[in-house]
C-alpha cells in the first residue's frame, strides 16, 4: 500500500479547565490516501473541527494535544517547533473556513492576500506573484479576474468569497486540505458549485481533502470514505457507498434515517433519542450507549476499539463475534 | 467619497451654530454688558448710548446673526477686564497651548499604542502585566495629583526641571515657540507628561482590548492557517483593525487634550488658554468664555472631521463608489 497522504494514530485532544479535563478528541485515527476526499461528519460538538485544527496545529489555548500523532507524507508533524509548523501551513496544509465573510481581512484587497500568501510560501517577486493571484482567481471562476483582484472583499458576494479563500488555501499547491463546513454559510444555491469547485481543484491537483460537514448529501456526493464522528470518538470509517448503503453503527443508522428522501413515504422523520453527551459527562464505555436503542451490558463498561467488519470498520461491541451477546452478530442493516 | 466628508461637513457646522448659540446667550445671562463695561456710576444716558452702540435694542435674531457672522471672521469683540480684543488674547496664548496639547497627544498615542500592542501580543507576560497595573494606577489618578507629584520629585527634590512657565520662548511670526530652546524644553517635559498620562493609559487600555478582540477574529485564524508569519498578522492585519475603533476614541481623546488642559495649565501656571479661560472665569469676562467656548467646540468638531477622514483612509468599506463592478 501506498504511504497515506495524511494518517492521524490515537489523536487526542484535551482542553485543560478550572473544571477538570474535557477530552475533546479521544483517540482519534484514520488515513487519507493521495487524492482522496475523506468526508468527516457528526453532530455539532462531536469533534470535526477540533480534529482539522489539530491537524494544522491551531488549537487555540486551554486546549492541547495530549496524545497520539499526525503524520504528513510521512513526517510527524503534531510536534513540530511553532515556526516550522508555521511554514507546514498554508504550503503543505491548506484550510477552508466555514464563514467566508469573516474569512478575509476586510481592510486588504483579495489580491494583497493572495499574493502575501503567495510570496510566503515562494520565492516569486512581486510581479510574478500577481500573475500567479490571477491565474488562481480565473481557475476559481472568479470572472474578470485580472480586475477583480484588486477589489476588496466587501465587493464580493458570499460565494465569490468562498472562492477567494480556496484560493488562498491553494496558493501554495498543497498536498492536502481541510475544509472545515465550507458551504455551511452559503445559500442553497452556491453550496453545490462551491463542493464541485473544491472537488475539481483538488482531483486536478491530486490534492487530499478533509471535508468537515453535517451535510450527508454533501459528503454522498463529494467523499471517498467517510468518517463518522461521535463525542470526540470515531464511530465508524469506510467507503462512503459502504457506509450509506449498510450503516453499522447505530449512531451512523439512526443519522441515515434522519435524512428526508425524496422517495421516502414516510410522514415523519427518524430521530436519535437524547442528545450528544456534553465533554465533561462522557459516558463510561461506548459514548453511545444512552441512546443506543440495542445497548447490551459490555457498552456501559468497555469502550470499543475500531474492528474491520464487511469493507470498513466500526467501533461497537456488536459486531465483535466473541463478545456479542447471542443472535446479534449478524450484520445488523 | 466626497459625499462622504461633505456630510461630515455639514454636521460640524451644525454643532458649531448650536454652540454659538449657547456662546450667544451667556451675554444674555452672565450679568449685564452695559454694567460691566461701564461700572456701576455710569449715568443713564451713557448706559442707553451704549446700548444701542453695541446693538443690544436689535431684534435677538439679528444680534446672534450679527455675532455669528463676527465670530466667523475671528472677531470676538474686546475683554471686559483687559480691554483688548479677545482674538489678539486668543492667538497670543494659542502657541503655548497648542504645543502643549500636540506633544502629550503625541506622547500619548505613540507610547499608548506601544504598550498596548505589546500588552497585547504578550498577553500573559509579566511585563505585560505590570503595565496594565501602572495604567490602572494612571486611569484613577488625577491629573493635578500627578503634577504636583512631579513637580515635588523633579523640580524640588532633584531639581532638574522648572516648576513652572513655559521658559524662553522663541518668536516666529505671530507664533511663539518653547521647542526651540533648551529651557522651553524642560519645561515643556512635566506639563507634557502630566497631561498625556491619562490618554496614555486610556490609550493602551483600548489598544489592547480591541487587538485581543481582533486577534480573535475568523481572518487571523486564517491568516494563520496560510503560514503567514506572526509577526506580519500582529503588525499587518490585526494592528491595522485595531486602530479602526482607537481612532473614534482618539479623535475625541485628541480633542479634549488640546481643549481641557485647564488642569495641568494651572498646576504648572502654564501660559496658555486653559490658564486665560480660569482668569475670565474669575471675572465674569464673558467675551473670554464665550469664545473659549466656540474654540473648544471648533476643536472638537475639526478633530472628529480629521477622524471621519483617516477613518476612509483606513476603512475602504467606507470609501464609496465600487472599484471594481460587483456582479
Redo the contacts between chains.
Keep these: 500500500m501506498t504511504q497515506p497522504v495524511l494518517s492521524v494514530q490515537d489523536l487526542t485532544v484535551e482542553f485543560v479547565t478550572r473544571r477538570g479535563t474535557l477530552r475533546a478528541l479521544d483517540k482519534v485515527s484514520f488515513d487519507i490516501a493521495r487524492g482522496e476526499v475523506l468526508g468527516v461528519v457528526g453532530e455539532s460538538g462531536a469533534g470535526k473541527s477540533v480534529t482539522g485544527s489539530a491537524i494544522?496545529g491551531?488549537i487555540d489555548p486551554p486546549g492541547r494535544i495530549a496524545g497520539g500523532e499526525v503524520v504528513l507524507s510521512g513526517e510527524r508533524v503534531d510536534h513540530l517547533p511553532?515556526e516550522q509548523m508555521?511554514?507546514?501551513?498554508?504550503?503543505r496544509i491548506?484550510?477552508i473556513?466555514q464563514?467566508p465573510l469573516?474569512?478575509?481581512?476586510?481592510?486588504?484587497?483579495v489580491g494583497e492576500q493572495l499574493i502575501?500568501?503567495i510570496q510566503?510560501?515562494t520565492d516569486l517577486n512581486a510581479a510574478d506573484a500577481r500573475k500567479r493571484a490571477i491565474a488562481l482567481l480565473d481557475e476559481v471562476g472568479i470572472?474578470?479576474p485580472d480586475?477583480?483582484i484588486?477589489?476588496?472583499p466587501?465587493?464580493?458576494?458570499g460565494g465569490?468569497r468562498q472562492r477567494v479563500?480556496i484560493a488562498?488555501?491553494l496558493?501554495?499547491e498543497p498536498e492536502f486540505i481541510i475544509a472545515d463546513e465550507p458551504t455551511t454559510a452559503l445559500d442553497v444555491s452556491v453550496q453545490a458549485q462551491i463542493i464541485a469547485l473544491i472537488k475539481r481543484l483538488c482531483k486536478e491537483r491530486g490534492t487530499s481533502v478533509m471535508l468537515v460537514t453535517h451535510d450527508m448529501g454533501v459528503i454522498a456526493e463529494t467523499a471517498d470514505r467517510v468518517a463518522v464522528m461521535y463525542a470526540g470518538r470515531v464511530a465508524e470509517i469506510g467507503p462512503v457507498r459502504e457506509v450509506i448503503k449498510q450503516p453499522l453503527h447505530p449512531y451512523t443508522q439512526g443519522l441515515m434515517g434522519a435524512i428526508p428522501s425524496i422517495e421516502g413515504d414516510a410522514s415523519r422523520l427518524v430521530q436519535i433519542p437524547g442528545a450528544m453527551p456534553r465533554l465533561s459527562s462522557i459516558p463510561k464505555g461506548c459514548a453511545f450507549n444512552p441512546r443506543c436503542s440495542k445497548v447490551f451490558d459490555r457498552c456501559r463498561v468497555d469502550r470499543p476499539e475500531l474492528i474491520d467488519v464487511g469493507g470498513h470498520q466500526v467501533a461497537c461491541h456488536l459486531y465483535d463475534k466473541a463478545q456479542a451477546p447471542a443472535g446479534k452478530t449478524e450484520i445488523a442493516a | 467619497m466626497l459625499a462622504y466628508i461633505l456630510r461630515s461637513l455639514m454636521q460640524g457646522l451644525v454643532v458649531m451654530l448650536a454652540v454659538a448659540f449657547i456662546a450667544f446667550s451667556m451675554f444674555r445671562f452672565v450679568g449685564d454688558p452695559v454694567v460691566n463695561m461701564l461700572g456701576q456710576e455710569a449715568t443713564l444716558q451713557d448706559r442707553a448710548e451704549l446700548t444701542q452702540r453695541l446693538g443690544l435694542n436689535d431684534p435677538v435674531p439679528l444680534q446672534f446673526a450679527r455675532f455669528v457672522a463676527d465670530a466667523a471672521r475671528g472677531d470676538f469683540g474686546i475683554s471686559y477686564r483687559q480691554g483688548r480684543k479677545v482674538s489678539a488674547l486668543i492667538l497670543e496664548r494659542l502657541p503655548a497651548t497648542v504645543e502643549l496639547a500636540v506633544l502629550s497627544a503625541i506622547f500619548a498615542f505613540v507610547t499608548g499604542i506601544a504598550f498596548g500592542v505589546y500588552a497585547a501580543i504578550r498577553r500573559d507576560g509579566w511585563i505585560a502585566n505590570l503595565v496594565m497595573s501602572v495604567s490602572l494606577i494612571g486611569v484613577s489618578l488625577p491629573t493635578f495629583l500627578i503634577g504636583i507629584g512631579l513637580i515635588y520629585v523633579f523640580a524640588v527634590e532633584l531639581r532638574w526641571l522648572p516648576s513652572f512657565g513655559r521658559g524662553d520662548t522663541v518668536q516666529i511670526g505671530w507664533w511663539s515657540t518653547g521647542l526651540l530652546t533648551t529651557s522651553g524644553l524642560k519645561s515643556l517635559v512635566m506639563p507634557v507628561l502630566t497631561l498625556g498620562f491619562l490618554q496614555l493609559t486610556l490609550v493602551m487600555r483600548l489598544v489592547r482590548s480591541e487587538m485581543l478582540e481582533v486577534m480573535r477574529a475568523d481572518f487571523i485564524r486564517f491568516a494563520r492557517a496560510r503560514g503567514i508569519p506572526e509577526r506580519r498578522i500582529e503588525f499587518r492585519h490585526a494592528l491595522r483593525n485595531t486602530m479602526i475603533p482607537v481612532i473614534t476614541i482618539a479623535g475625541v481623546q485628541l480633542g479634549g487634550v488640546i481643549a481641557f488642559a485647564i488642569v495641568t495649565e494651572t498646576v504648572f501656571q502654564w501660559p496658555g488658554l486653559g490658564a486665560l479661560f480660569v482668569n475670565a472665569v474669575q471675572f465674569v469676562d464673558v467675551p473670554v468664555m464665550s469664545a473659549y467656548l466656540l474654540f473648544v467646540a471648533f476643536v472638537f468638531v475639526l478633530t472628529s472631521l480629521l477622524v471621519d477622514i483617516v477613518y476612509v483612509a483606513l476603512d475602504p468599506r467606507l470609501r464609496g463608489g465600487v472599484l471594481v463592478p460587483v456582479k
Design positions: 494544522i491551531l511553532p508555521r511554514r507546514v501551513r498554508g504550503k491548506g484550510m473556513f464563514d469573516t474569512s478575509l481581512n476586510p481592510l486588504y484587497r502575501e500568501t510566503t510560501h470572472p474578470a480586475r477583480r484588486d477589489g476588496y466587501h465587493e464580493f458576494s465569490m479563500v488562498l488555501a496558493c501554495a
